[in-house]
């Protein structure tokens, strides 16, 4: 492997007698350009170069598009301006000469994808032929499974009849909407490119279409009423056919824009909006469960019933990234790829390893990180949510989880990750400040 340095291989080599949560710790307190100098850059090469040995258990494939029309004011993540046909150019081919450095590798060879998932950024963005282009490779370079999951995320102003036309011909089973909320005030205030009453009819069309559609919603947008989330809501329970949604909290984190304007609009400390946020989760789950929507595992997730559940979860599956910024987060290690589009295609052009950092785990680091991810990210409501978390333990790894469950959260209450009221495992306001910061190999949920 391919260290920085001998400081780094030191450093690094440090970690194998570490546990994962030690490992998520010293993250959160180096600084990122720093543990980009330490972490090993050929992890890829390391992870793929071995068969998988859970060939056929919650692998997704994820697809990173980077390009938007406008920056919304609410997002977190890195995105280019959709204003250069060459950029787009260079980079779609980029993705290609990735996808083939990669797709001999006895990883890859070894896999049945259930899921594959285009995420952004925001792919509808591209035009019809480049999807269908870029589809293609993607499915003749990598194995699938006959009913996999095949999901294309996609903003309402960008996402033509032909387009849609497009998705159902290549393949594309499903579509995750950007839709936020429908209140024209708020997108407005967010420079959100489309309206509620054009979201609506590309719903409309895609439920037509024979997809799959989740809507993507956001609560806690400042200056957001609790009449505002019932509309919401309402509009979401008014659709003819089944849906999904992703009930997104607006996450603010300390020292950004969107934490002065949570001050100087809302009127808010962080921990006050930490407050509110638990507040609209609980309205939301109130009227959406009254509306015919099932709450899933994972807080975010609801279903219209008589829909599907989601099947794509980048913090409880094996995923293989591509692209600029992607995560690629496996059993025997992590790497997030460059996220600025011009350093990731300089790198696929020199032949150099797409991913800006990793880092190697022993199978005990992997399977505590399986049982931390699934104690932050999952729905820690539920009555059953610890034999719930055995029997997924149990799916993914083949394997009971013994005590591995009582370890983990006993090393997140040492850490001050979280505190126990009883047996409510709550996290606290260490956790979420170093959420805001951990970011290389971590999920795109954060």
């Not at 060459?86 to 797709?103: N, P, S, T, W």
């Not at 947008?221 to 949604?245: H, Y």
């Not at 995923?319 to 350093?343: C, I, M, Q």
């Amino acid at each position: 492997m391919k260290y920085h340095s001998e400081e780094a291989r030191s450093f690094l080599d440090s970690f194998s007698s570490k546990s994962y949560l030690d490992i998520f710790n010293i993250r959160s307190r180096v600084e990122q350009r720093d543990w980009e100098r330490f972490a090993i850059t050929d992890v890829k090469d390391e992870v793929f170069s071995h068969e998988n040995a859970f060939p056929r258990s919650k692998n997704v494939m994820y697809v990173h598009i980077p390009f938007c029309m406008t920056r919304c004011g609410y997002c977190p993540y890195y995105t280019e301006p959709y204003d250069s046909r060459r950029l787009v150019g260079a980079y779609l081919e980029a993705l290609e000469h990735e996808i083939d450095g990669i797709k001999q590798m006895p990883y890859l060879q070894s896999t049945q994808f259930a899921s594959l998932y285009w995420g952004g950024g925001t792919p509808s963005v591209l035009h019809a032929d480049e999807i269908a282009h870029l589809y293609d490779k993607i499915t003749s370079s990598f194995h699938f499974e006959a009913h996999a999951e095949m999901s294309f995320e996609a903003n309402p102003a960008t996402l033509t009849e032909s387009k849609i036309a497009t998705l159902r011909q290549v393949g594309f089973n499903r579509v995750s909407l950007g839709v936020q909320t429908f209140s024209q005030r708020l997108l407005r205030e967010m420079e959100c490119a489309h309206t509620p009453e054009h979201a609506r009819r590309v719903i409309e069309r895609l439920l037509d279409a024979g997809l799959t559609v989740n809507i993507d919603c956001i609560y806690g947008l400042i200056g957001q009423t609790n009449a505002d989330v019932d509309e919401d809501v309402d509009v979401l329970g008014s659709f003819r056919g089944p849906i999904q949604t992703t009930y997104f909290p607006l996450r603010i984190a300390e020292n950004t824009p969107l934490h002065a304007e949570l001050a100087r609009r809302g009127g808010m400390s962080l921990h006050e909006h930490q407050t509110r946020l638990l507040e609209l989760d609980a309205r939301i789950e109130k009227k959406l469960t009254g509306n015919g929507f099932v709450r899933e595992e994972c807080p975010v997730f609801y279903h219209s019933k008589g829909g599907s559940d989601h099947k794509y979860h980048s913090t409880e599956t094996r995923v293989v990234g591509v692209g600029s910024s992607a995560g690629t987060l496996l059993d025997r290690g992590e790497s997030s790829n460059f996220p600025n589009v011009s350093e990731y295609i300089a790198a696929v052009v020199n032949g150099q390893d797409t991913a800006l950092s990793g880092i190697v785990l022993s199978e005990q680091q992997a399977h505590e990180r399986f049982v931390l991810y699934r104690i932050l990210y999952m729905n820690r409501s539920l009555p059953a949510f610890r034999q719930i978390l055995d029997e997924r333990f149990q799916e993914y790894y083949g394997k009971p989880v013994d005590g591995l469950y009582d370890k983990v959260l006993a090393d997140m209450v040492k850490l001050r990750f979280v505190k126990m009221d009883g047996e409510r495992v709550v996290l606290t306001d260490r956790l979420w400040h170093i959420l805001n910061r951990v970011k290389i190999g971590m999920p795109s949920i954060l």
